[in-house]
Structures are given as structure tokens and as C-alpha cells.
């Protein structure tokens, strides 16, 4: 092993290959067949299910639950999937503990929920394990749709644009399609390339061409797609970063997290990635609790994740924070950062105390200063630019009724929109509103 926790600076090989394996291997294992009954008859097949209401897409919980309990998991499948085309990745990255689980009867009854987000994985893993695409298309309209962005929304405004009949261009600025779930979710959530095979699963149902490469804004402009093509989706996410805004914040070994896990998660060889010995990652979102976990996984000495409100105002779950803090990352709330020290490089990294004031957050004058040669800034994401035309409120793409935007012929969906709420179901569940729209629209 070349190199060791406690060595200084940003290295790599930290730990050895073995580790590093059984570091990112899958956070939660899959259930076997068998679990998978005993885990469905928890359930109760409550009548007016309050699981359903708290899914963004709205998946028949029950029915499915119910078809495992029976043995056929393939149909729990295409309950999951009629739903929700994304329905594998969800089912490894919804933070369930605040939707559907946390709403599951006997989760109030006995703090114990059905384990619904392994059960919709072994629905789905069931399905997709046979190679089969459970959907066809419907006979050709003749009308041509342009989706820009492929996340979790543009994958799902395409597939159900491409179900319904229509032919669709699938555009992104990136070299591989799959927005954050290729990019952005931690690594361990997601192994064995798992977005790559549920793209390529997902493109089986035909009608789907996809250009990589292609930035609105730069390589096309929203007018030229509008004159080309019967309707244009827009899912291009936030692809801006907030600064900190503090001295020091241009020295080496600063970053924004979110390029820090696009490059994890995109590396072959985990054991080349470099990682500091002392780590501070700012911020209390999913972001950061991922950047600061994928630190310590890597083989930091230590991670601290520091955020400048309280632990309740923090938008990572209480679920994520605990694993954080399980996987040994320190978690310093009500504080934020006033500088960043060093000679060249970043070494420490200095904290005011913050508490609530009259006026908003304000500092106690209290300060501390913590070691760090590697920065993670993950202090939220923005909208790029806006396209030319579009209409944007707080910040964000604003919509109407299933993602309409002001301009005729535009809809948009998912963390660029106005109602996105920066989780991959939501915005599945704007993907696909926004297509069965524009299909009414264009058809009638
Ligand atoms: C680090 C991280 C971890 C996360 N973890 C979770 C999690 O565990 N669970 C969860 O539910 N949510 C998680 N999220 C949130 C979730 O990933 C997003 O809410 C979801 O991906 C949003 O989907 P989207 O399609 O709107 O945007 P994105 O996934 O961001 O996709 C947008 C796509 O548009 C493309 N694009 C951008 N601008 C242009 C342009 N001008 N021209 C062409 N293409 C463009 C981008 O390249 C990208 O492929 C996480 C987010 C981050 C950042
Ligand atoms: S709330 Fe819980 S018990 Fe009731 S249907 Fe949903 S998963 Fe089953």
C-alpha cells in the first residue's frame, strides 16, 4: 500500500484495494427470495394506503407488495415500474425513512415500517435480472420531441414520450447520459454500474435517440429547437455551485463537492483517487453527507462536516446523518466558515459559532479553526443560465400545472423547476407528468 490515513496532503491509495472493495461495496444487500415473502407479510394491504400518498410517483405500494407475497415478482415489477420507469435506482436511493416508509402503519404503530424500498429492489432487480422490457410502443404520431437533460426527469419524460408513440432526441451536455444518477449518487448506493445497465434497460423500449455532447445554450438554442421540433422538455438540473464567499476560498485543495463525487463515481480504479488526511466538507445536505462519507471511505484520517444551522434545519434525513456519523464523519452544527488558512494550499479551515438572531443567522464572535487539507464546498446548487425565453422564480425554471412553461411548447421538470424538491423520484414523477401532457396537447 503506498500510502496510509495519516499521510499529509491529498493522496492516493490510502487504503488497500481489498478495503476500499468492501468500503463501496452495496450499502444495503438485496433480499433473497425468501425474505423478500417474509418482509411482504408484514404488510397489511391498508385500504387507502397512506405509503402511496407519501410516494412522489404514486406506486400501488400495496398491489405490489401483495404480488411478491404471491410469488410474482415480475408483475410487482411492472406495478412499480407503470408508475415509475426509474423505479430500480429509486428503490436504492429514495430516502424512504421520510416518504413511504415513514408514513407505513406499522411504522407508527411499532417504529418499524415494511422494508418497501428493498422490497421495490427485489421487484425490479427480478425483472431487469431476466433482460426483459416489460413495455412497447404505442403506433407512431409522426411528432418529434426534444429532451434536454438526461436525469432521473428527461429518462422519464422520454420513455413515456417514446411509449406513447412519439419519437424522441435525448440531449445532454455530458459525455454519458444519466444525469446525477451517473454523476451525483454516492457510489455504494449504486454499484456495479447500476445507472449505466438501467439506461440501457430502459432504452429497450425503442424510439429513443441520445446525443451526448450537446449543451443548450451553446451547441443548440432553445429557439432552434422549437422551430425544429412539436415540443421541448427541459431537464437540465442545477448545474451551477454556490460559493462560500470567504478568504482563502481560492486556495489548492478547496472544491466543490459535487465535482469531487462525479469524479468517484466515474473513476475505475477507486484506489488512484487522491483524498486529503484531514477533511472538512461545509454544508448539511445529501451532498455533503456524501462527499464527507466517500472521504472517510476512501481512508481519511478524519472528516468533519460542518453546517450553520441546527441539526433539525439540515436537509439530509435523519437516516443520512446517522450514517455519516456511523461511518465516522464528525458532525459540527451552528457553525460557518470565515476563512480558509494556509500557505499556498489549504491547512485549516476557521469557524464563527452562529446562532438565531433577530435578523437571521448571526455569528457569536466565537471562533475555532479546523485542520484540513481538502475543502468540500457543498453549500447547495443553482440554476446554470436559465435558457433564453423561459421564465424563472426563486432561482429555478418556473412552471405551470405538469411542468408548462411560460414559453408555447416548453415544459420543464425536475431540480431546474421551481417545484423540484431535489430528490431522483420527484423528478421522475415531473418527467413523467410533463410527457402524458405534451402527449394530450399534441394529440388531443
Ligand atoms: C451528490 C448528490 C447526491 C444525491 N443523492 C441523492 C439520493 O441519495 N437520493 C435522492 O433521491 N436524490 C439524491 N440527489 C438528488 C437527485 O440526484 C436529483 O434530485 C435528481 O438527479 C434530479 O434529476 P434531474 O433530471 O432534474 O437533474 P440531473 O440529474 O441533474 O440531470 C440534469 C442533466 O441535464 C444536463 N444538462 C445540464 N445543463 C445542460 C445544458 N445546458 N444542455 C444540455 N444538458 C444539460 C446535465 O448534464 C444532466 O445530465 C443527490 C444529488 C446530489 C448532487
Ligand atoms: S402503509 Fe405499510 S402496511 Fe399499509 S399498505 Fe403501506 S406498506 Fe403495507
Not at 155 to 184: P, S, T
Not at 225 to 248: K, P, S
Request: proline share 5%; with cysteine.
Amino acid at each position: 500500500m503506498a500510502n496510509a490515513p495519516t499521510t499529509p496532503g491529498i493522496v492516493p491509495a490510502r487504503l488497500d484495494p481489498e478495503t476500499l472493495a468492501a468500503n463501496f461495496a452495496d450499502l444495503e444487500p438485496p433480499f433473497g427470495a425468501h425474505e423478500a415473502v417474509v418482509a411482504a407479510d408484514r404488510c397489511y394491504f391498508c385500504h387507502d394506503a397512506p405509503c402511496i400518498t407519501a410516494c412522489p410517483t404514486e406506486i400501488d405500494i400495496p398491489l405490489f407488495i401483495r404480488q411478491i407475497q404471491t410469488g410474482q415478482p415480475e408483475a410487482a415489477a411492472r406495478t412499480i415500474l407503470d408508475q415509475n420507469i426509474l423505479g430500480g435506482m429509486c428503490a436504492r436511493v429514495c430516502p424512504t425513512e421520510t416518504l413511504c416508509e415513514e408514513a407505513c402503519v406499522r411504522e407508527f404503530a411499532e417504529g418499524k415500517p415494511v422494508e418497501i424500498g428493498r422490497l421495490q429492489r427485489y421487484a425490479t432487480d427480478t425483472l431487469m435480472a431476466r433482460g426483459v422490457h416489460p413495455f412497447t410502443r404505442a403506433a407512431p404520431t409522426g411528432k418529434r420531441i426534444a429532451v434536454v437533460g438526461a436525469g432521473p426527469a428527461g429518462l422519464a419524460c422520454a420513455h413515456r414520450l417514446a411509449m406513447r408513440g412519439h419519437d424522441v432526441v435525448l440531449m445532454d451536455a455530458r459525455d454519458r447520459i444519466g444525469g446525477l444518477n451517473e454523476y451525483g449518487i454516492a457510489a455504494y448506493k449504486t454499484p456495479d454500474d447500476f445507472a449505466q445497465a438501467e439506461i440501457d434497460w430502459l432504452m429497450k423500449i425503442g424510439g429513443i435517440a441520445a446525443r451526448t455532447g450537446v449543451r443548450l445554450g451553446e451547441t443548440v438554442t432553445l429557439e432552434a429547437l422549437r422551430a425544429e421540433y412539436d415540443a421541448v422538455f427541459l431537464g437540465i438540473g442545477l448545474a451551477g455551485v454556490n460559493a462560500l464567499g470567504v478568504e482563502g476560498e481560492a486556495r489548492d485543495g478547496v472544491r466543490d463537492a459535487v465535482d469531487f463525487i462525479a469524479e468517484l463515481r466515474q473513476s475505475d480504479d477507486l484506489a488512484r483517487l487522491p483524498v486529503g488526511r484531514h477533511v472538512v466538507v461545509i454544508g448539511g445536505g445529501m451532498t455533503a453527507v456524501d462527499a464527507a462519507v466517500q472521504s472517510k471511505l476512501l481512508g481519511a484520517e478524519t472528516v468533519t462536516m460542518v453546517y450553520r444551522r441546527g441539526r433539525d434545519r439540515m436537509s439530509a434525513s435523519g437516516h443520512e446523518l446517522d450514517h455519516a456519523a456511523t461511518a465516522g464523519v464528525r458532525i459540527i452544527t451552528n457553525a460557518q466558515p470565515v476563512a480558509v488558512h494556509g500557505n499556498g494550499a489549504a491547512q485549516e479551515v476557521e469557524f464563527s459559532y452562529t446562532r438565531d438572531g433577530g435578523e437571521g443567522l448571526e455569528s457569536t464572535g466565537e471562533t475555532f479553526r479546523l485542520r484540513a487539507d481538502q475543502v468540500f464546498k457543498a453549500i447547495g446548487q443553482s440554476l446554470d443560465t436559465a435558457p433564453r425565453g423561459v421564465s424563472v422564480a426563486k432561482g429555478k425554471i418556473a412552471v405551470a400545472g405538469a411542468g408548462r412553461t411560460d414559453l408555447p411548447g416548453v415544459w420543464a421538470g425536475g431540480d431546474c423547476t421551481a417545484g423540484g424538491e431535489d430528490l431522483t423520484v420527484t423528478a421522475v414523477a415531473q418527467g413523467r407528468d410533463a410527457a402524458e401532457d405534451i402527449h394530450k396537447t399534441l394529440i388531443g
